[in-house]
Antibody, heavy 122, light 113 residues
Framework: EVQLVESGGGLVQPGGSLRLSCAAS????????MSWVRQAPGKGLEWVSV???????YYADSVKGRFTISRDNSKNTLYLQMNSLRAEDTAVYYC????????????????WGQGTLVTVSS | DIVMTQTPLSLSVTPGQPASISCKSS???????????LYWYLQKPGQSPQLLIY???SRFSGVPDRFSGSGSGTDFTLKISRVEAEDVGVYYC??????????FGQGTRLEIK
């Protein structure tokens, strides 16, 4: 069974930093396109960042230069380092895989964690 | 950037009745590999999004057959043939062709009358 478990969220002051983690089991992070998607309170889903299986990384304009996505293949874990946090970064952050690859049953590898809440407030 | 536009933004449906949600993309979602990378998700209250439909019309594992997807190019529709109480939540369409970013529609909230 595939599981993605996020951690690292919490309350941080504007300008502060947090590092989110997403520990995967049942599938290999480095073999997939892994992303972070966030959801502000009462709002819709917003793509934040992706790391390709080859290691290329991409960011939404709203976080470029402040957030860094990475992974540790030995720990099968995805990370999001968030610096210079702003009030508008307040959201639940989900770790998810792009559904562009398929599992052995022929279904897309579409997996989501339970989310971790980041609150940026003084 | 590609824009995904859903209508309506909210629906109130009597159990047993059908429901339909439209999603329009600002660019074609047809890939050169012949696939169209349009997905439908349901986010139930307090839960993470769950995949219902992939590549326009294929049901994901375990999804009831009362859910169906159709469309092509830039216009897509999700239909629920007979709404049940467990279908309550917010439905999102998502494009997965114009990478590296993925883009979601605004969401359509389904409630039961």
């Amino acid at each position: 069974e595939v599981q993605l478990v996020e951690s690292g969220g919490g309350l941080v002051q504007p300008g502060g930093s947090l590092r989110l983690s997403c520990a995967a089991s049942g599938f290999t992070v480095s073999s997939n396109y892994m992303s972070w998607v966030r959801q502000a309170p009462g709002k819709g889903l917003e793509w934040v960042s992706v790391i390709y299986s080859g290691g290329s990384t991409y960011y939404a304009d709203s976080v470029k230069g402040r957030f860094t996505i990475s992974r540790d293949n030995s720990k099968n874990t995805l990370y999001l380092q968030m610096n210079s946090l702003r009030a508008e970064d307040t959201a639940v952050y989900y770790c998810t895989s792009y559904p562009r690859f398929y599992d052995s049953s022929g279904y897309p590898r579409d997996y989501w964690g339970q989310g971790t809440l980041v609150t940026v407030s003084s | 950037d590609i824009v995904m536009t859903q209508t309506p933004l909210s629906l109130s449906v009597t159990p047993g009745q059908p429901a339909s949600i439209s999603c329009k993309s600002s660019q074609s979602l047809l890939h050169s590999d012949g696939k169209t990378y349009l997905y439908w998700y349901l986010q139930k209250p307090g839960q993470s999004p769950q995949l219902l439909i992939y590549e326009v019309s294929s049901r994901f594992s375990g999804v009831p057959d009362r859910f169906s997807g159709s469309g092509s190019g830039t216009d897509f529709t999700l239909k629920i043939s007979r709404v049940e109480a467990e279908d309550v939540g917010v439905y999102y369409c998502m494009q997965g062709i114009h990478l590296p970013s993925i883009t979601f529609g605004q969401g359509t909230r389904l409630e039961i009358k």
